[in-house]
Structures are given as C-alpha cells and as structure tokens.
C-alpha cells in the first residue's frame, strides 16, 4: 500500500495494491511518513474506503479525536453484529464527527430535540437498540451522558448506511406518522400509550402506507364501500379521524386511499383507540 497524502500522524490518503485510493487512520500511520513508502497496516489501522465526498472525510478526520473514532467504531461493530451484514466504512468516521458535535454541544449547554424521537423509536426497532446502546458507550468510556434526543439522530446515521433506506426517507417516514398520530390523539382526546403493542402495530401500518405513497402505489380494492360503512357505523367515532387523515394526504402528498386502505387504517385506529390512555 502507497501513501500519496499526509493527513496527520495518524492518517493518511493511501493506494492499494489494486489500484483503491483509501483513507487509513491509526496510532503513527502519518507519522515521518514520505510521499511514495510503501505502509504497513497493523491490527490498529483501519481502512476507510471512500468513494465519494473524499476531501470532506479527509477534514473530518483531521479534527476527531482518535478515541472518538474508536467508540464509532464499536458502535459499528456491534451495528454489524445486529444485522449480520457488513455496514459502510464511512459510518465510522461520520458517527465519530456526530458524536464529537454533539459532545461539544453539551459543553456549551445546548439541546437540539428530536421531535421524531418516539417515531423512529417504533419504526426503527433495530436502530434505535443500537442507539440506546451507543450512548451507553459513550457514558462508560467518556463519563458523560447524552441526551436522549442523540438516540434518534444516532438511529438515523444507521438507517443512512443501509442500502434500502436514508435519513431523508427515514425523517419523512416518521414527520408523516408523527401528524397521522396527531390527527387521532386530537380527534379522540387521547395521548397514545407509547411504546405499546396496538401503537407499534398502527406505527408499522402507517410505515408501510408512506412507503406504498411514496411509490404511488395502492392497495387493490377487495373490501367493498358496504363493508367499511358498516364498520364505521358500529365505530362512528373513527369518520372523522379517517377523512381527517385521507385529506391530510391528499393536500399533502397528493395521495388518496382506496377503501381498502381506510378500512385497515379504520381496525389499527380504533384497536389503538380501544387500548388508548392519559385522557385528556
């Protein structure tokens, strides 16, 4: 492996034996190192193969400090460990530089909520275990402890390095379900018992809604207009709530639900309504 770039002692622009231009950090990896030497890698160094946004990587590392990349690079593993799959190298350099904004935030006193917290909670099981987990991490290695809005923003980097999902359908997914969610508590004078298993049942209905919006796809009708009356009829509290949401997603997002759709929403809604807590 070739250094073509000095980072800092402890990184450096290198090429393969390939012909992959990577990014290698570790303990001296830059240290008195000449352009053109070939580097040897220890069990220390870590590869970061970069395929895009080099030089903006490259700045982040200048500036994290190595015990930080390290954390990143436990929450990563344990990531990895979760899904059984293996998750961009990128993650751990952008984790770290989360982490060491978000720890400078809390020097400075300042909170930045998350107001898609108890969303991303229900509709990102797996990712949201991982965030629980890193804040533990960093509490045990750093002896501070982040606010719980970090567990969503954390989640949410995860989601990033999927290959099926970003943030941005993430944040949307969960804006979409966070009104949907308001509609029925305000509708009903409930506040919703979260996390509960009526709630993430309507939460993963409402997941897969959003996905089939942001397609333009539908479900094909096979309950008829009849049906649904009547079970509006036994459950005439639910009429509101329902036109409510369908013209929420219409002047929205331009999206109309099938009868078939108000009717399954209709059974999650009043289930959740039925198991619904804190009156107010």
């Known amino acids: 492996m070739l250094v073509i770039k000095i980072l800092n ?23 008195n190192r000449k352009i053109g030497s070939q580097l040897k890698l220890n069990k220390e160094s870590k ?14 590392l200048l500036n994290i400090p190595t015990e930080l990349l390290e954390i990143s690079q436990e929450i990563v593993e344990y990531a990895e460990n979760m899904f059984d799959k293996k998750i961009s190298d990128i993650l751990v350099v952008v ?11 809390q020097q400075n006193h300042l909170v930045v909520p998350n107001l898609l917290l108890e969303e991303i909670q229900a509709l990102y099981e797996k990712e949201f275990l991982i965030g629980e987990w890193a804040i533990g ?10 606010p719980r809005d ?8 995860i989601l990033n390095s999927g290959e099926n999902i ?25 506040r919703l018992e979260k996390p509960s298993t009526q709630y993430n049942r309507l939460v993963t209905h409402l ?25 509006l009829k036994e459950n005439p509290s639910l009429e509101e709530t329902i036109n409510e949401i369908c013209h929420f997603l219409v002047t929205n997002y331009k999206y109309k639900l099938t009868t078939e759709e108000k009717f399954y929403l209709s059974i999650h809604v009043n289930k959740v309504i ?5 009156h107010f």
Do not use: W
């Open 9 to 31: 002692n402890n990184a450096a622009f290198c090429v393969t034996d390939d012909g992959e231009e990577v990014i290698v950090s570790g303990p001296g990896v830059g240290y």
């Open 47 to 60: 590869i970061y193969r970069v395929k895009s946004d080099k030089e903006q990587i490259s700045d982040a």
């Open 95 to 105: 984790l770290a530089d989360h982490i060491m904004s978000a720890l400078q935030r």
């Open 137 to 146: 991490l960093i509490k045990e290695r750093l002896n501070l402890v982040l």
């Open 150 to 157: 970090e567990i969503g923003y954390i989640a949410l980097h």
């Open 166 to 190: 970003n943030s941005a359908e993430a944040v949307q997914t969960s804006e979409v379900v966070a009104e949907i969610i308001e509609i029925i508590e305000k509708n009903h004078h409930y």
């Open 207 to 231: 997941k897969f809604l959003v996905q089939r919006l942001n397609k333009q796809e539908q479900f094909i009708e096979k309950t008829s207009n009849s049906t649904y009356e009547f079970f």
């Open 274 to 278: 039925e198991k619904g807590s804190n």
